[in-house]
């Protein structure tokens, strides 16, 4: 995706969408992003042979959050937002290896990869360039990722698009790279995740108080 507007823009158009929140006097304010079918999430991964390219062919379509207003204006703060993708999905081209990497991701006992995101920092010079504080969940084990992406908002359409590449070690996560074909094929350690996700903003929010009377009642 060309990413040509500054992604900053959020913080002067969709987030003003969230002005009631000031207006109520509320700490938080809610809502939620559809994931658009053009999104993709991608694992590329190399063996002593050759690379893999495995793409996701379903993303769990909805993102919520609860929106903060943060301490910088270059910031903003989410809680309960998570991009789930589900293993099952991956898609690597060849079925021994899609039944490898279902294998090896533990797939059966965690059937997704989360990404929870939890404060969106943008850069300064208003460019294009954020850094996303957020988790990473692989095969039952969570750690921190700084996520250096690229965004880009499209005010007439209230979408956003993200893209950008993320390197993680499997041993990391506590999975042994696997060795298939009696230990011939070696996966390196090293695998790179690929964003490049479209959400769209739904237009709807709320205050802290309606989401919990929705949840309560």
Do not use: W
């Amino acid at each position: 995706m060309l990413l040509h507007k500054p992604f900053i823009v959020i913080l002067t158009t969709a987030f003003i969408l969230l002005g009631s929140l000031h207006a109520q006097n509320f700490d938080y304010t809610y809502t939620s992003y559809k994931v658009l079918p053009e999104s993709r999430i991608e694992l590329q991964g190399t063996t002593n042979i050759n690379e893999f390219n495995c793409y996701t062919l379903e993303l769990v379509p909805e993102v919520s959050a609860l929106v903060l207003p943060a301490p910088k204006s270059q910031s903003i703060l989410l809680k309960n937002s998570t991009v789930k993708i589900k293993v099952k999905s991956l898609e690597c081209g060849k079925e021994a290896i899609n039944r490898d990497l279902k294998k090896t991701l533990k797939g059966d006992d965690y059937p997704e990869i989360l990404i929870g995101l939890n404060q969106i920092n943008f850069e300064e010079d208003k460019s294009n360039k954020i850094t996303i504080n957020a988790s990473l969940e692989v095969a039952g084990t969570t750690k921190p990722a700084n996520l250096n992406l690229t965004g880009e908002f499209d005010s007439k359409d209230s979408i956003y698009y993200i893209e950008g590449k993320y390197k993680i070690k499997l041993t990391d996560f506590n999975i042994e790279p696997p060795q298939p074909l009696f230990g011939l094929i070696k996966v390196h350690d090293e695998i790179v995740i690929s964003f490049d996700l479209a959400l769209k903003h739904d237009n709807k929010t709320a205050d802290l108080v309606s989401v919990l009377a929705e949840e309560f009642y």
